[in-house]
Nanobody, 131 residues
């Protein structure tokens, strides 16, 4: 059964950092797109950062929403099918529930940031940024 589990959320002050993790399991394909999305209270879900569809053992292009560029970094974990999101210099507007999404279709470039392209989601982890 396909499953994504996020962790690492919390409440921090502006300027601080958090590292989110996502562990995906229950599938055999080594060719997929995976990324981070967020949903602020009362708003729709939007893409934050993602890896385009590729083999997890090869080079994977990473893409960022404008709001994440220069502050967030997506990376592959050492464990199989894991991905991290390092979030630095957090701002109050980053407050949201962060979701990990995965897709098994070919998504090139920023298409992996599109919510409707994802096939499955985790339950999310809450990030709060407040002084």
């Amino acid at each position: 059964q396909l499953q994504l589990v996020e962790s690492g959320g919390g409440l921090v002050q502006p300027g601080e950092s958090l590292r989110l993790s996502c562990k995906a399991s229950g599938f055999t394909s080594d060719y997929y797109a995976i990324g981070w999305f967020r949903q602020a209270p009362g708003k729709g879900r939007t893409g934050v950062s993602c890896f385009e569809t590729c083999s997890s053992s090869g080079y994977c292009g990473a893409y960022y929403a404008d709001s994440a560029k220069g502050r967030f970094t997506i990376s592959r974990g050492d464990a199989e099918n894991t991905v991290h999101l390092q979030m630095d210099n957090l701002k109050p507007e980053d407050t949201a529930t962060y979701y990990c999404g995965i897709a098994f279709q070919k998504l090139v470039g920023t298409r992996c940031l599109h919510v409707h392209n994802m096939a499955a989601w985790g339950e999310g982890t809450l990030v709060g940024v407040s002084s």
